[in-house]
């Protein structure tokens, strides 16, 4: 009897496994591999991007389709933190304004949020595309800044966050957070739109909203909190 449930079982799983599949583009089933370049379903793809920090190899073949230069650093080290299989990244289209060093979720996450964010805002609320991407670094062996002494230390000491501080726009014009995130003109909503954006890809956004520390900038990780201010 135990065998017969047993089988029943497995048949039902697949019978709805493949019901499934017909029903849904294969795309957006929560199994099948994350593309960065494919147009997100919001369900599906939040259980891919809380794979990708248990799943190295699903990470690995995620971060192939991101479209961005990845370098492999078997080992990186400074003041004491040494980190192990991080990457290295750098983009074109729109660019970063210079390289960073990522843990494979960071870097995939950061690509997703480029891509199905940032770019559909800016073309929205300020008809124009983002050709650099301002960022104050990633890796940094530091405590959580704006915190209480005890929290310990920040996911930048593990390259699992970056700080981003503004955009260059392709008709020459620039977002800043500092300048631009208390205003009430187009600039302001393109902020506010990729802080509720980013909340979608990142464990952790932080804006000014948060705290004086981040005035200046977005605090994006991929830590085990979720928070999204």
């Not at 849904?24 to 147009?39: F, K, Q």
């Not at 981040?214 to 990780?221: P, T």
Request: charged share 20%.
């Amino acid at each position: 009897m135990r065998f017969l449930a047993a089988l029943a079982l497995v048949l039902l799983l697949i019978g709805t496994g493949a019901l499934l599949s017909y029903l849904v583009p294969w795309r957006y089933l929560p199994w099948e591999p994350l593309d960065v370049a494919e147009e997100p379903e919001p369900a599906a793809t939040a259980l891919k991007m809380a794979r990708l920090s248990l799943d190295r190899r699903y990470c690995e073949a995620a971060l192939a389709t991101a479209g961005l230069h990845v370098t492999p650093q078997s080992e990186i080290s400074s003041k004491g933190c040494v980190l192990h299989d991080v990457v290295e990244i750098s983009s074109d289209n729109p660019a970063f304004s210079s390289r960073f060093i990522a843990t494979c979720p960071l870097a995939v996450a950061m690509a997703m949020f480029v891509r199905h964010e940032v770019e559909p805002a800016a073309e929205r609320d300020l008809h124009t595309s983002v050709v650099t991407v301002d960022h104050l670094g990633s890796f940094a062996c530091r405590d959580i800044v704006g915190g209480h002494g005890h929290e310990g230390l920040s996911e930048h000491a593990a390259a699992n966050a970056i700080d981003i501080s503004g955009f260059v726009l392709r008709d020459g014009g620039r977002v800043t957070v500092q300048k631009n995130w208390h205003g009430a003109d187009d600039k302001a909503q393109f902020l506010h739109d990729v802080r509720v954006g980013a909340c979608r890809y990142f464990h952790t956004v932080l804006s000014p909203d948060y705290n004086a520390a981040h005035q200046s900038h977005l605090h994006l990780d991929m830590g085990l909190y979720r928070v999204c201010r």
